[in-house]
């Protein structure tokens, strides 16, 4: 599954619903940078690459920052699924 597409799914969601938020999709080793940088408020890790969760938790610990694994079942651009995201999402910002 594509991350992008997920995240444009997302945004979409919280666009229609009048909520402020943006999801963005990075590659792991811009993703450790961003949470290094402080550039987001809540940083998700994919299925996929979830075999770097701890590594990356390190680094979110150290900013401070919440760092969620996205389940599989919320992993998917379909309404429920990204509603299921959304409110992954906002139960942890």
Same mark, same amino acid.
């Given at each position: 599954m594509s991350s992008s597409l997920v995240a444009k799914k997302a945004t979409a969601l919280f666009q229609t619903q009048g909520t402020d938020i943006e999801v963005a999709a990075t590659s792991i080793y811009a993703g450790q940078k961003a949470i290094e940088e402080d550039q987001f408020d809540l940083y998700l890790v994919?299925? $996929? &690459?979830? !075999?770097?969760? *701890?590594?990356?938790?390190?680094?979110?610990?150290?900013?401070?920052?919440?760092?969620?694994?996205?389940?599989?079942?919320?992993?998917?651009?379909?309404?429920? $699924? &990204?509603? !299921?995201?959304? *409110?992954?999402?906002?139960?942890?910002i």
């Open positions: 994919s299925p $996929q &690459t979830r !075999m770097y969760f *701890d590594n990356l938790a390190k680094f979110a610990h150290r900013m401070a920052k919440p760092i969620v694994k996205i389940p599989p079942q919320a992993y998917v651009p379909l309404p429920k $699924q &990204t509603q !299921m995201l959304a *409110d992954l999402i906002e139960a942890h």
